[in-house]
């Protein structure tokens, strides 16, 4: 199979970008583009005469059209993380957008392309994009290798629902005979391998890629839409090598398949809303029990409480769906069974999901040979209510079930040893889990997961217990105050939102509220402050009750601007400025 070219240069003429790279033979090859009509050509060493600048690159990821011209997306710092078999999953650690041709906009025309330049770097420039330049990072390992035959290049028939630079690619998949090899599929998410020292050649990985089909922040985009699609959708892989054996196992999780939303309003939890006219359910496991054959539900929502309604309800439509037979659904009150950090009220799951675990089995493949030996022939999919904290949890103590058999199947774990039982390998597969539970947390949330000191040590300490207060603050703060501008900036990166000519500036509501709205949020958290400050003089103070007096006078204050900004509080929030077009759908109903 031809791979992508790598050892990039982009050479930059006055009328042309070239693009140097080396094949599998170490040759160089040539791609030309023209900067002024963007057409694809082959170049050569010739078309180098005219060169007024170069730089060396990792790796092309598309193109993408602003409103002063197109623009060439490329990564220009990269690091490798992790190894499956012989592919290098490298990590995105810096992209450069460089103008084709600029042409000349009015002010606020410059003001809005800067916006959408910002927008897209800081999508790009978090590190939670990968590639490999040999392997198609959007294909489950399993499929990979039973279809790789029948692949002439990588970057062909990648899997839509994880390619983040789809919409970047239009223009290189129309003209793919060109362009093969010259761009790599990105997925989003997490990689990461690690080497266990006890078993010098053993490998252990986790590979996570987060759907890009309904996408963004956590209180903007929930629940499912017509099409199947649910927000958070992840699949995960643990991946383990030894020898000539490699080994992996799927997990997903993904949003309750309903209509539900559940949009911020300054309110720590906002109430949902529930369409249950529109069937989401039906179409969303009509798409993936086609892919993964069998299918097992874990809820882990409250039973009781505000979660209950969508819990009966993803219940209910379960029970009325035509294919459930292939199908269990598990409701596991987590919250509620593990209260009091009792975690260890967790085997009550695992002992009704392992049945499904051994009879889904996993993938395992000789690599000398690339025979299969053995297909996973079902998924667990669990979801909670954002499908991290509690879903984090679950997911790596059933992936724990199936290692242990894993490496006692290899003969390197006696019968009636776990995983829990190796301490060196036993740290490494928590913490590896950990940072994956993390980073799939900071995408959708904002920050590292809550309940991760279980996930790292095994068990729920009070130490976890305070951090799990911070990110819970930190949470509130970023999904109110700062998630609208990150909603933005996925929706421009894939193509959701459409940047048109001659209409008016898509930021132009914000500068007509940000004065009134940042008065009164300021004038909160200085409330607060001065609260606190006037609190801590009452024992000093000469005079007590006029200390007592001033605390009143803040509190009072305090809770006035509480009551405005919460009645006001879905204008005060941090709405997506970039509309797509089903919220402009939604506008006109």
């Avoid at 790598?6 to 003429?13: A, D, F, G, K, N």
């Avoid at 009325?320 to 598990?330: D, F, L, P, T, V």
């Avoid at 500068?511 to 606190?532: C, D, E, P, R, T």
Wanted: glycine share 4%; proline share 2%.
């Amino acid at each position: 199979m031809k791979t992508c070219y790598q050892q990039l240069e982009l050479i930059e003429t006055p009328s042309t970008f070239v693009i140097r790279g080396k094949s599998n033979d170490k040759t160089d090859n040539y791609l030309g583009i023209n900067r002024s009509s963007t057409n694809f050509f082959k170049a050569s060493a010739n078309d180098l005469d005219q060169k007024t600048s170069s730089e060396t690159i990792q790796a092309i990821l598309g193109s993408i059209e602003l409103l002063s011209g197109r623009y060439l997306v490329v990564v220009k710092e990269s690091k490798k993380v992790a190894t499956i078999q012989s592919h290098i999953i490298h990590k995105v650690t810096e992209v450069k957008i460089i103008p084709f041709e600029k042409k000349p906009v009015q002010t606020q025309l410059q003001q809005d392309e800067g916006r959408y330049l910002e927008l897209l770097y800081s999508a790009l420039n978090d590190c939670t994009f990968y590639f490999s330049y040999t392997y198609d990072a959007t294909i489950t390992i399993q499929q990979w290798y039973k279809t790789q035959n029948s692949r002439t290049v990588v970057g062909e028939n990648s899997d839509e629902h994880f390619l983040w630079n789809g919409f970047l690619l239009k223009e290189f998949l129309t003209n793919f005979e060109q362009c093969q090899g010259w761009f790599v599929p990105l997925i989003r998410g997490f990689a990461e391998t690690s080497e266990i020292p006890e078993h010098n050649s053993l490998k252990f990985t986790i590979l996570s890629r987060l759907g890009c089909k309904r996408v963004g922040t956590r209180y903007n985009i929930r629940g499912g839409d017509i099409e199947g699609n649910v927000a958070n959708f992840v699949e995960t892989e643990q991946v383990i090598e030894f020898d000539n054996n490699l080994i992996s196992f799927l997990q997903v999780r993904g949003s309750i398949p309903l209509i539900w939303a559940q949009k911020p309003n300054l309110q720590y939890k906002p109430p949902f809303t529930l369409k249950k006219e529109v069937k989401a359910f039906d179409v969303h496991f009509d798409n993936i029990l086609d892919r993964y054959d069998s299918i097992v539900i874990v809820n882990l929502v409250n039973q009781k409480g505000s979660e209950k309604k969508l819990a009966d309800e993803y219940e209910n439509q379960y029970r009325e769906y035509s294919r459930n037979q292939n199908i269990k659904y598990i409701a596991f009150d987590f919250h509620n069974k593990c209260k009091s950090m009792n975690y260890d009220a967790i085997v009550e799951l695992t002992d009704q999901v392992e049945p499904a675990l051994k009879a889904h089995g996993y993938f395992h493949m000789n690599t000398i040979d690339g025979k299969i030996l053995r297909e996973q022939k079902g998924v667990i999919r669990s979801n909670c209510i954002d499908c991290l904290d509690r879903t984090n949890v679950c997911q790596s103590v059933f992936a724990k079930i199936v290692l242990t058999e894993q490496l006692q199947s290899l003969k390197l774990l006696a019968e009636n040893c776990k995983v829990a039982d190796v301490t060196v390998l036993n740290n490494i597969y928590q913490n590896v889990w950990a940072d994956n539970g993390d980073q799939m947390s900071v995408i959708y949330a904002g920050t590292g997961a809550i309940k991760a000191d279980f996930t790292r040590t095994g068990t729920r300490t009070w130490r976890g217990l305070l951090n799990d207060g911070i990110n819970s603050v930190t949470r509130y703060y970023l999904n109110n105050f700062k998630d609208g501008i990150k909603q933005d900036s996925v929706n421009l990166l894939l193509g959701k939102y459409v940047i048109r000519q001659n209409v008016k500036s898509p930021f132009e509501h914000e500068n007509q509220v940000n004065v009134l709205h940042s008065i009164l949020k300021y004038g909160f958290f200085i409330s607060l402050f001065m609260i606190v400050a006037n609190a801590a003089k009452v024992p000093s103070s000469d005079s007590t009750l006029q200390a007592l007096f001033s605390v009143l006078i803040w509190v009072i204050v305090t809770f006035v601007f509480y009551k405005v900004l919460v009645m006001n509080g879905r204008k005060m929030v941090n709405n997506p400025s970039l509309k797509t077009s089903d919220d402009e759908k939604k506008k006109t109903k």
